[in-house]
């Protein structure tokens, strides 16, 4: 993956994380739902091009409201069953996203969310989990 934002001047940025072969989706704040189906566009073309399977870091800090449909639809109908999504690695759990988690779980009958307080424990996860 090079390093450059895939999606820019959106309310939900997708690029790589910190040099590393992770995706990461930046919830700055409140996002619409095309935002939000463009980054989640964005994160399934990044998989469909990488050779391996990879995570997805999502940083909820900035924001805590997530729409919960378009959040749904969005992950659900893209990244979430696709292949190559090793999981989500979510920093900064709310309410909402909670809800989210707790549908596509229930709905794919595939657990590939967790939870993070701060991005030094995305960081020591992914050396531990490195390929």
């Not at 997530?66 to 990244?79: D, E, H, I, Q, V």
Request: no cysteine; aromatic share 10%; net charge neutral.
């Amino acid at each position: 993956m090079t390093d450059k934002k895939v999606t820019d001047k959106t309310n939900v940025a997708v690029s790589q994380y910190k040099k590393t072969d992770a995706i990461l989706m930046d919830w700055q704040s409140s996002a619409n739902k095309h935002e939000i189906k463009a980054a989640y566009e964005a994160i399934t073309e990044l998989l469909d091009a990488t050779e391996s399977p990879t995570y997805v870091v999502v940083d909820l800090r900035k924001n805590r409201y997530m729409p919960f449909a378009p959040t749904l639809k969005g992950a659900l109908f893209g990244p979430h069953r696709h292949n190559k999504l090793m999981a989500w690695l979510v920093i900064g759990e709310n309410a909402f996203a909670s809800s989210v988690a707790e549908m596509l779980d229930r709905l794919t009958n595939m657990e590939k969310i967790l939870w993070f307080k701060d991005e030094s424990e995305v960081d020591t996860f992914l050396y531990e989990n490195k390929k």
